[in-house]
């Protein structure tokens, strides 16, 4: 593997139960100790490489998530940690939970867990580098840079008229 | 010449609070005027879980109410069930309830310990906290299993036994825990530059904090001698302590009460164990819970209330809580205003906000 600079890290508390996210500070601690690979938990989007989303998406933080990733400079990587930001884990039947990160961003990496372990999180954070390294490098070459929060937005509608339209047809042949 | 009124958002993503809350600071210069709080980041609409869940697997939906007093919250539920449905717990379930109580309790002050560290800008200390909370973490894993939410409560007792050998062998390690918060503790409360960023700052008296409802260590700071855990549930009622508090009223009142209840925490485990009865952890539970219940505990940010209804179904009807975060939001706005703009991290992190518990 080779890491090519030192990435830093923006923590957004989606709509967690506060679980990960300790755990998320707790690998920022000594006993497991991102540092080693030259991470630092910033507090600033616009400084950061990999954005940890803990927590489902809701009504109210939705627009907060997209914007934070939308001031994020290219190449960036977006990990979901914990069962919750990836598909809204014990809470999925709630009101107010709309579902993982994956609803409002794009997501590279997931990582299971409730709460997620720090060695999970570390392991996701170094496929995260690989995953960082290779899109800087297509960013250089070919200037291609990821998907804003918008375009992410339209795919995703674009997918679910795709496939509505193909139930049509079944439910027609039928 | 009094300067120009402006508005300076605070959250939902902050450097200092990992938690989403957002604020918004009226300041005149460096002055905050006023602090107008919203919130709604977190809500998730737990609550009405109750009606999609069994009344025993909710406890471990109830145990997510928050990742940093899951334990408490797990152990309100399952303690209100329990009332309702008239069982009869084990003393030696009741005394290690009360250890993974007082566990959980050190954990989440010395992360509270570390979290101001970070907001009066001491990182090394930061780290020096968490570095002797990962030693409580590792108590709690070889307890029970989890590091952060345990699952170790059902209705009716505990879900597996803590050997006797496992709870002597704590007794060390609680030993060299004290000795390590005694060292943080000098910087804490007796570094110079520490205690000038703390020292008067966020002044609540006695009778302000009582009127605003304020509850836990926020309280016990002003001087106000409440602890429900004097009610003597669970194994409280058979072990000796005393209520911790302080005059001072200001942050440094309530770093000093909650480093206090660290070393009362690690003195009640240790009654614990040297009194632990032989016996069953658990008791067979059967039919379905039929009344209602409100269930009153000490949490480590301060009273929190359960309140179950059931009616003999399968699904319990409502599940209510009430936080302590929730209780301390008006003292929170009270301290606020009228402080310098550098103090609000010191100031909310004082309060020891637990958002995710708040929101539900």
Not at chain 2, 33 to 44: K, T
Not at chain 2, 272 to 291: D, H, L, Q
Request: net charge negative; charged share 25%.
């Amino acid at each position: 593997m080779r890491v090519s600079k030192s990435p830093w890290l923006l923590h957004y508390d989606g709509s967690s139960c506060n679980g990960c996210d300790i755990e998320v500070l707790a690998s920022t601690a000594p006993r497991f100790d991102v540092e080693r690979f030259g991470i630092i938990n910033t507090g600033n989007p616009k400084h950061a490489d990999i954005l940890l989303c803990t927590g489902g998406v809701n009504s109210q933080n939705k627009d907060v998530i997209r914007q934070i990733y939308d001031q994020m400079p290219d190449p960036k990587v977006v990990l979901a940690c914990g069962i919750c930001a990836c598909d809204g884990g014990i809470f999925k039947d709630c009101y107010n939970i709309l579902g993982g990160t994956d609803k409002v961003i794009p997501v590279d990496v997931y990582v299971p867990g409730c709460a997620v372990r720090p060695e999970a999180l570390i392991d996701g954070v170094v496929k995260a580098l690989e995953i960082l390294d290779e899109k800087e490098r297509a960013f250089k070459k070919e200037g291609k840079r990821s998907l804003t929060s918008s375009e992410y937005k339209a795919l995703l509608e674009e997918k679910a008229g795709e496939s509505e339209t193909k139930e049509d047809t079944d439910a027609s042949e039928s | 010449m009094a300067g120009k009124r402006s508005v300076i958002p605070f959250g939902p993503q902050h450097p200092v609070l990992p938690e989403p809350i957002h604020i918004d600071l009226v300041v005149e210069d460096e002055k905050v005027i006023e602090a107008v709080p919203s919130i709604g980041f977190v809500h998730r609409g737990l609550e009405s879980l109750v009606t999609k869940k069994d009344f025993n697997d909710m406890v471990y939906v109830a145990e997510r109410i928050c990742g940093i007093c899951s334990y408490g919250h797990g152990y309100g539920y399952v303690d209100a069930i329990e009332h309702i449905m008239n069982i009869q717990l084990p003393d030696r379930c009741d005394h290690i309830r009360t250890i993974l109580f007082e566990l959980s309790r050190m954990h989440s002050h010395i992360l509270w310990m570390g979290l101001m560290a970070d907001a009066f800008g001491f990182e090394s200390l930061f780290m020096e906290t968490w570095k002797i909370r990962e030693k409580v973490l590792d108590m709690l894993e070889a307890a029970t299993g989890g590091r952060v939410i345990f699952s170790i409560l059902k209705i009716g007792g505990l879900r597996h036994d803590v050997s006797d050998e496992m709870l002597k062998g704590f007794l060390p390690v609680l030993e060299s825990i004290e000795e390590s918060i005694r060292n943080c503790e000098n910087t804490f409360l007796n570094d110079t530059a520490v205690m000038s960023r703390l020292k008067g700052i966020g002044y609540l008296s006695a009778e302000e904090a009582a009127r605003l409802g304020c509850t836990g260590p926020f309280l016990r700071a002003s001087g106000v001698a409440f602890d429900n855990r004097l009610r003597g549930y669970a194994a409280y009622g058979k072990i000796d302590f005393d209520v911790i508090t302080s005059g001072e009223g200001d942050s440094y009142g309530r770093c000093k009460v909650r480093i206090g209840e660290i070393y009362q925490s690690v003195s009640i485990i240790r009654q614990c164990i040297e009194t632990m009865p032989e016996g069953e952890v658990s008791v067979p539970v059967k039919g379905f819970p039929n009344g209602e219940y409100m269930t009153v505990i000490e949490q480590p940010r301060g009273e929190a209330c359960y309140y179950v209804h059931a009616s003999g179904k399968k699904f319990i009807e409502r599940m209510r809580v009430r936080t302590p975060t929730f209780a301390n939001v008006p003292g929170l706005v009270k301290t606020l205003a009228g402080c310098d703009l550098a103090d609000v991290p010191i100031l909310v992190v004082a309060v020891d906000p637990c958002i995710s518990c708040t929101e539900r």
